[in-house]
């Protein structure tokens, strides 16, 4: 008898994650083992990525079963992601799901890392009560634009559902240099900040002043592609569909690392890098010590906006030049991603506004989006902050309708680092 479970597994980066989800968005179990590995080297080392996901596999999938109360007997499917990210990091991934699909004779479905990410917003959409986007207005032309924004890849996607209740995608946007999680974690680094910097910035950037240093926002324009001169015969619509909204973040991180050689702040950097390792903070999550979990007996001192407290002292490492740039870096991408971003919304009639990926952990670009999207009366959605980084649910609910309209993977599927999706 079926029971609608797809074991869900994701290994493009630096996480060896599996799920298993019912029906498509009933989350049973969700496993993320974080490589830490890479913190020593300030990045995702691939040799080690391989290594790490080949160690991790088969506890971390042994788990999600466990947790969910599933035998590999029950499970319907087995979903892995295909692309886009690292050769050796997805083949370990690959290899497994495939030996597994083929041992219990159940169907393998292949996702697209990005597909995923938008599914991490769509499938809590699912699910009674969640607020947000109505389902019943996914058909159509232009119904979602989808902001796909993490540590690889910054994405604007209009996405639609298929009359088979499959998706297709339509790339109208994406960054012509570094991705916009990839700037702060670069940003970060310059600044001494453990890896990835991208939580850290969000955290420390609560305490610092975001119109302090002047960052200039690169402006793409949005431009025509192809024939750049339409005739007065070719329709109106072509003619809109022509036009892109690309970005760039590349020129940011570049500011800061001239910001840090004109105000000398080397020797300052220097300090910080290795106090934050003596506290042994440097393998910590920012959250478990700048929270804003209200008030506690161990308070340091609170943040600007009052709900932010540094309980670890952390601050105490953080000058407040350093605290003003690190906010007006952060305010830099949010204008960014958030002009690129309701630009094309405005430009395609989007009817609701997705925002995904790492990066969409980020509180300031929450709180930005969500302003705008209020302002412009468009319904706008996140993925819950476990769900925005890199996970294997969101691979099990992107493969969900793929598994009812029957779309499976060849036993010959193999990885494809460089995916497109659209
Ligand atoms: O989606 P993800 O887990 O992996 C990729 O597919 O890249 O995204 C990881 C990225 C990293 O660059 C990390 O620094 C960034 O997301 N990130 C954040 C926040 N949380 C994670 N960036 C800014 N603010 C955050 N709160
Ligand atoms: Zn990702």
């Known amino acids: 008898m079926p029971h609608d479970l797809i074991l869900g597994i994701e290994s493009s980066c630096d996480e060896t994650s ?71 990091a997805l083949l370990v991934g690959i290899t497994f799901a495939k030996s597994l699909a083929f041992g219990l004779d159940r169907p393998l479905i292949a996702v ?45 996607y209009l996405a639609s559902r298929t009359p088979q209740h499959t998706w297709r995608y339509r790339n109208v946007g994406k960054t012509l240099d570094d991705a916009a999680g990839e700037a702060f974690d670069k940003a970060a680094k310059l600044l001494g900040l453990p890896y990835p910097g991208g939580p850290w910035m969000d955290a420390l950037a609560a305490f610092g002043d975001p119109t302090a240093v002047p960052f200039t926002v690169a402006q793409i324009k949005a431009k025509a592609t192809g024939n750049t001169a339409p005739k007065l015969a070719r329709e109106s619509a072509e003619a809109r569909d022509d036009v892109r909204f690309d970005m760039s973040f590349s020129g940011l991180k570049t500011a800061v690392r001239r910001h840090v050689e ?7 950097i220097a300090l910080r890098q290795a106090a934050l390792r003596a506290a042994g903070l440097d393998k910590a999550s920012p959250r478990d010590h700048l929270t804003n979990n209200g008030p506690a007996t161990d308070l340091g001192a609170p943040g600007p906006d009052s ?27 949010v204008r960014n991603l958030t002009r690129a971003t309701f630009a094309a919304a405005e430009h395609f009639g989007a009817r609701s506004i997705i925002v995904t990926g790492g990066v969409s952990a980020n509180s300031a670009l929450r709180a930005s989006m969500t302003a705008l999207a209020a302002q412009r009366g468009l319904p706008i959605a996140f993925p819950t902050i476990a769900l925005s980084t890199d996970n294997a649910a969101m691979i099990a ?21 460089q995916l497109r999706l659209g």
Do not use: C
Not at 132 to 155: F, I, K, M, Q, R
Not at 262 to 268: E, K
């Open 262 to 268: 004109l105000h000398a702040l080397a020797p300052s």
């Open 112 to 156: 697209n890392h990005l597909e995923g990410h938008i599914h991490a917003v769509l499938m809590q959409q699912n699910d009674a009560g969640a607020p947000g986007l109505d389902a019943e207005t996914w058909d159509g032309p232009a119904p979602l634009l989808a902001l796909v924004v993490s540590g690889g890849h910054t994405h604007l």
């Open 18 to 88: 599996a799920a298993v989800v019912r029906g498509g968005h009933e989350v049973l179990s969700n496993v993320v083992a974080s490589q830490l590995v890479h913190a020593d080297y300030g990045g995702v080392v691939p040799e080690l990525a391989s290594r790490e996901h080949l160690r991790a596999i088969v506890p971390v999938v042994r788990e999600a079963l466990q947790r969910a109360g599933v035998a590999y007997a029950n499970l319907d499917a087995i979903a892995v992601t295909e692309g886009p990210g690292l050769a050796g």
């Open 307 to 333: 709900g932010t407290w540094d309980r670890g002292g952390i601050l105490s490492h953080f000058d407040q030049p350093t605290l003003d740039l690190i906010a007006s870096f952060q305010s830099a991408i």
């Open 397 to 417: 609910a992107a493969a969900w309708p793929k598994f009812l309209a029957h779309d499976f993977a060849l036993d010959t599927l193999e990885p494809t680092p």
